[in-house]
């Protein structure tokens, strides 16, 4: 340091650097919010999707009867007649989260409906996600990687794809319950603080509440602890991060009705208890360490690693005789396919063939992450110079959770907040060393060597702090740094002077700068590649990202076409249906059905029952007499079928009825899919098998079509159907939206007895049992 | 002698009678007998012996055949996974012979057989089997070979279990759980087992003494990024997916198709490619910011440095096209309308 920093001006630069922070930290949340409104700007504000609608319809729940009865909510709206018990089967986190924002708004004099607060609570937990990266980058690398990894994350594609504004889904809170349990987990590592492990199980709890994903937290953190120690890095401080963390948020999270007793039962959870066992015998061992002489040490390390490998192996016995004795070894079907890849292709054909459970190929990764693609090497090769706790801990999460997004697609989610932070990382590392050359070519030697010299000799100062002399390249400053607001802040300051003071001769012989034009090109290519990077978001945004899919839209030459069909049908069944008529579709539509006509339905998206599920399969995929029946001995009054040839709406039922013919012939084997295949090929033309032409889901979605345009021309299979010209005998069309999208049929009654049947009217007269026993044994459902 | 003329003559037409049903059951012992050769049970048929069990014996036989339709020259095309269904295949039968040990009644009435294609081509032509891979059920009542049930590719897709499900469909015979072997045998888990209690003490006191590839960062730095390249270049696709390296163009069979338009799939040697170009800029920044500034010659550190710039924009760049070919999106940005 040839020109000598005051202390004064060195604290003006540092508030100076923090009030900065702070305003780009505001200027993050902003810009996480309002990159999530374009579907209210380009639709409305309005719920989407399906799942949303259901936690929307809870989250009604909530707020009109309150907590008690929204945890003992018995739902008799939906899988009728069994109905569901919801404050069991649900992850409260959101529904409460949002509930609370209500309660907080309303008492506040703030009027906002509930709908409002549900459209917005993922856009506002993504500032706050973007918040929480920025606390967990900090205690990674220094404030600098912190404002990058948020701003990254404020953006990010993968994220957004989840969290646009009306997508009311529990990946919304969670991304920041998870981020944010690990920044305290991380921050609890650095300082040995038993109230940030405290606040740490706190933040699992609120993560165990939200989502599923709560699993990916309790096997990541004992894999780093476990890392920590079979890499000699043992410390008391890792004991205090994870001890607490694992009594404590075992047993809070048994507290959530739908986890419960899985929380010590599965196998999911069964590595940090392992991990909890190692510790304390870790624990043990530097403990005995500390209080004897080294020999003694020895013979007791003999003693100990007997005994203890003994108790080891009989808990490690009975642990693998629990897992083995379970029928999938305790884990879930999806938890294996991540482990086994190959598992669920070859296994679990449901699980293979949901979209988002596909492996993504690399144009996956350009779209939902973009260029951070390019950088996280970069920032990886960061972490480990020097690896510290926490930086051994991001390397950790970023692999992990790059290899299961390359299992599943929809992990992609887990994998943007740690591609965000490494290439915030890396981002930081490069801008720190290419500015400060440029800035030591053009103000020359003094000032600039304690900034390049600091940013690279001793990586784990703080990039981009200004006042950052702190140069000690020893692992121990960065474990001990603390909170800069902690009350050991003036301690830890008069520390790194004298760090700094102390290495200050050893920076001026490693003075390390890049060539000037080099540099710039770099910069200038740096913020190119954000440019892009920021383009790229918007447009994914704007443009992928933001369609409710509740209201479609489509751009022709005549200009914007709006295609409100569905909210159309449920208003039509909310108004003109009796309260408690049962309507039936197929399970995708179960959740609008329930929230938007607040009619009864027979499955919805919570699809916890096959075999009621293959009912209304069996249902669709039989001829009308046939189907008739199964949905008569249902009370179905209604039936609903998405249609979308006349508009070219691609995923409508027609689409999907190969699932419900598989499904269906799942439980019903008399459905056999080869009878809805012409040679293996699907098909609705002249071509297609009798079955299929016969089907009811056929005869719903085709009858009248041909009145359309006269030849019957489907727009979304491009061919023009089979049977054109045909008559409903069981079912009469009621309701029919307006671009035909949404068809609602009501079941006939029964028809009288045909005079020519008397015999048969006869005995049914005398013993109508013995004919609704017949009905019923040809009736799959029962 | 002459007594005997007369009952032997009496006796003939007796054996004629019994001719069809003693020559049958010989078949079926015959068959059993060639299955017991072989070790999974499949039996190696050529154009005489198909003349044998298939053509030349009267229906109904009292057995069905599964043939699978083998070509030697074409196991090297690996699209075409005809080991790899060869071996299901012997899995399919050794499954079905083992879970009917007990019942010989079944076993007499399915046998597994492959035939080569270079040694019973009339065969081949018999079936008009004009692609692979193939495999055919013959049952009992069958007269023409040509209208035998053929394994379509949705029954080859799940494998052993697959092939099993085709064969319980159309036999009504059950194969049972596929037996597959284990991927350690008995012997070696033991072996393994009995290695790894003697080195544990070994393990535990390098651990102690913290002196192990663990100990040493760059394995973790390699493995690390290793990983990141594997699944970002969509390996974990390929593996799944048993996608090939390259395709064979069909307009032009001499040229191959390394990059797969269409995002929905890809082949192995794109997603190394690509993996490559997705890293390759990240090592080369690191390259830039951690070890280059080290470097005390001012004019080898531009020349490297510029280099490193020139082949990560071509690296974006080229990553950005091939994304916007494959995937047919066109990136915009928004402008404010009144710029237009």
């Known amino acids: ?782 | 002698m002459v007594s005997k003329i007369p009952s032997l003559a009496a006796l003939i037409p007796l054996f004629l009678l019994l001719a069809s049903t003693v020559a049958d059951s010989d078949l079926a012992a015959e068959l059993l007998a060639l299955q017991s050769r072989s070790e999974s049970g499949v039996i190696h048929l050529d154009d005489r012996s198909v003349s044998r069990f298939l053509t030349s014996p009267k229906t109904p036989r009292p057995y069905s055949l599964l043939i699978f339709f083998d070509a030697e020259h074409l196991h090297d095309k690996a699209e075409l996974r005809l080991t790899a269904l060869k071996n299901e295949f012997a899995l399919v039968s050794s499954s079905f012979i083992a879970n009917n040990q007990h019942n010989p009644t079944v076993r007499s009435k399915l046998f597994f057989c492959d035939i080569e294609f270079k040694e019973s081509q009339s065969t081949f032509a018999l079936f008009g089997v004009k692609s692979l891979p193939h495999i055919r059920l013959v049952g009992p009542d069958l007269k023409s070979p040509k209208d035998s049930d053929q394994m379509d590719q949705a029954d080859l897709s799940r494998l052993a279990e697959s092939m099993a499900a085709f064969v319980e469909s159309k036999t009504k015979l059950s194969v049972g759980p596929i037996a597959r072997p284990p991927l350690v045998s008995k012997m070696q888990f033991i072996f393994m087992v009995a290695v790894l209690m003697i080195c544990t003490p070994f393990i535990i006191r390098r651990i102690l003494a913290g002196d192990t590839l663990l100990h040493d960062k760059k394995v973790w730095l390699f493995g690390a990024v290793f990983v990141y390249f594997f699944s970002v270049g969509g390996t974990m696709h390929n593996i799944i997916r048993n996608m090939p390296m390259f395709l064979p163009d069909r307009n032009d069979p001499s040229r191959l198709i390394f990059f797969y338009q269409g995002s929905g799939m890809q082949l192995g040697a794109e997603g190394f490619a690509v993996g490559c170009l997705y890293t390759v800029v990240g090592l080369l920044l690191a390259l830039v910011t951690h070890a280059l500034v080290r470097v005390r010659n001012r004019s080898v550190q531009r020349f490297i440095m510029i280099i490193a710039l020139f082949i990560s924009f071509w690296a974006v760049k080229k990553v950005v096209y091939l994304d916007n070919w494959k995937t047919g999106y066109r990136v915009h940005a928004f402008w404010p309308s009144s710029w237009n």
């Open chain 1, 1 to 782: 340091m040839s020109s000598p920093v005051t202390a004064s001006e060195r604290t003006v630069r540092h508030a100076f650097g923090n009030v900065l922070a702070f305003f780009v930290l505001i200027l993050i949340g902003v810009l996480a919010f309002s990159i999530r409104l374009f579907s209210v700007i380009k639709y409305e504000s309005v719920i989407h999707e399906f799942d949303p609608y259901f936690n929307y319809r809870v989250t009604q729940f909530l707020t009109r009867n309150g907590i008690y009865d929204f945890w003992n909510w018995f739902d008799d709206r939906t899988w009728y007649p069994l109905g569901r018990v919801i404050g069991g089967t649900v992850y409260p986190g959101l529904t409460l989260t949002a509930g609370t924002l209500w309660w907080v708004l309303h008492s506040l004099n703030i009027p906002l409906s509930v709908e409002t607060v549900c459209v917005f609570t993922a856009p506002t937990f993504s500032a706050f996600a973007s918040w929480a990266t920025y606390l967990l980058t900090k205690e990674v690398k220094g404030p600098g990687a912190g404002l990058a990894a948020a701003a990254l994350l404020g953006m990010v594609p993968s994220y957004i794809s989840r969290s646009v504004a009306g997508s009311y889904d529990n990946e919304a809170v969670a991304i920041f319950a998870l981020i944010f349990t690990f920044f305290l987990y991380i921050k609890t590592l650095n300082t040995g603080s038993l109230f940030y492990a405290t606040l740490n199980a706190i933040s699992y709890f609120y993560m165990v509440c939200s989502w599923g994903g709560y699993t990916f937290i309790i096997n990541l953190i004992p894999m780093h602890v476990l890392l920590c120690i079979v890499t000699g890095r043992y410390s008391p401080r890792l004991y205090i991060a994870y001890a607490p963390l694992v009594v404590l948020g075992t047993l809070l999270a048994a507290l959530v009705p739908v986890v419960g007793f899985n929380a010590v039962m599965t196998s999911e959870h069964f590595a940090s208890f392992l991990v909890f066992i190692i510790i304390h015998v870790v624990a043990l061992v530097y403990y005995i360490k500390g209080i004897l002489s080294p020999r003694m040490f020895k013979v007791a390390v003999t003693l100990v690693l007997s005994i203890g490998l003994a108790v080891c192996c009989a808990v490690i016995a009975i642990l693998i005789a629990v897992v083995a004795s379970s029928p999938t070894k305790g884990w879930s079907g999806r938890s294996l396919s991540l482990l086994d890849p190959t598992y669920a292709s070859k296994y679990i054909p449901i699980i293979a063939s949901v979209s988002e459970h596909q492996p993504p190929t690399w144009p996956s990764y350009f779209m939902d992450i973009n260029v951070l693609a390019f950088l996280v090497p970069a920032g990886i090769i960061a972490c480990f110079l020097p690896l510290s706790d926490a930086s051994s801990f991001a390397v950790l999460y970023i692999v992990t959770s790059v290899y299961f997004s390359g299992v599943m697609v929809r992990l992609m989610l887990v994998l943007a907040p740690a591609a965000c932070i490494m290439s915030g990382i890396a981002l930081s590392e490069a801008f720190d060393a290419l500015t400060g050359s440029i800035k030591f070519h053009l103000l020359g030697f003094s000032i600039e060597n304690s900034q390049a010299g600091a940013g690279d000799a001793s990586p784990d100062n703080v990039p981009a702090q200004k006042n950052a002399v702190k140069s000690d390249a020893s692992e121990n400053t960065l474990k001990e740094r603390t909170s800069r607001k902690s009350k050991k802040k003036e301690k830890e300051r008069e520390k790194e002077e004298q760090d700094g003071k102390s290495s200050l001769k050893s920076q001026i012989k490693r003075l390390q700068v890049l060539p000037f034009e080099a540099s710039i090109i770099g910069v200038f290519l740096l913020i190119l590649l954000g440019a892009f990077y920021a383009v790229h978001c918007v447009w994914a945004a704007a443009e992928a990202y933001s369609a409710p899919s509740i209201v479609l839209t489509s751009h022709t030459q005549s200009g914007l076409h709006v295609f409100d069909d569905f909210r159309e049908a449920y208003a039509w069944l909310r108004h003109n249906t009796e309260v408690d008529d049962k309507v039936a579709s197929w399970w995708d539509y179960g959740y609008q059905t329930t929230a938007m006509a607040n009619r009864t339905v027979i499955v919805d998206n919570n699809t916890w029952n096959n075999t009621h599920i293959a009912t209304v399969g069996t249902a669709m995929s039989s001829p009308e007499k046939a189907a008739w029946e199964i949905f008569n001995s249902l009370d179905v009054k209604y039936v609903l079928v998405v249609f979308g040839g006349l508009v070219g709406y691609p995923s409508d039922d027609i689409n999907k009825f190969l699932w419900m013919v598989r499904i269906g012939g799942g439980v019903f084997p008399h459905i056999k899919e080869p009878d809805y295949l012409r040679d293996g090929q699907y098909r609705i033309d002249s071509q297609a098998t009798p079955t299929m032409l016969n089907c009811l889901m056929y005869k719903l979605s085709y009858y009248r079509f041909v009145d359309t345009d006269g030849k019957g021309f489907d727009r979304v299979r491009q061919t023009e159907i089979g049977k054109k010209y045909f008559k409903l005998t069981h079912f009469e069309e009621v309701f029919t939206t307006h671009h035909w999208m949404v068809r609602i049929y009501k079941l006939k009654p029964q028809k009288n007895r045909i005079r020519g049947k008397s015999k048969k009217s006869k005995s049914k007269a005398s013993s109508t049992a013995s004919s609704t026993k017949r009905r019923i044994n040809k009736n799959p459902w029962l």
